[in-house]
């Protein structure tokens, strides 16, 4: 037998205009409101965690090469333009 798949159901309540846009939407793209808001929240999360895998990774390089603020990046490009480097 399958695996079952372990659900939690969420209610929420949205405004007219949005639910109308879910409705079209959803309709357009033949899917039940439920799968598209599914699948919205799903790509919402992952954006967002690779947002902060993004910062984290921001702030680690920030650290390694001691910068302060975005002052020393801009010094850092501009030096790079001046010795005519793109890496």
């Known amino acids: 037998m399958g695996e079952m798949i372990k659900r939690r159901i969420l209610n929420i309540s949205l405004p007219v ?34 947002w902060q895998y993004i910062r984290k990774w921001g702030q680690a390089s920030a650290r390694q090469h001691q910068l302060k603020d975005e002052n020393d990046i801009e010094e850092i490009i501009h030096s790079m333009r001046k010795e005519g480097r793109n890496d």
């Open 17 to 50: 205009t949005l639910y109308k846009d879910l409705e079209e939407m959803a309709r357009e793209k033949a899917k039940t409101k439920a799968e598209f808001a599914r699948e919205a929240i799903t790509r919402y999360i992952e954006s967002e965690k690779r």
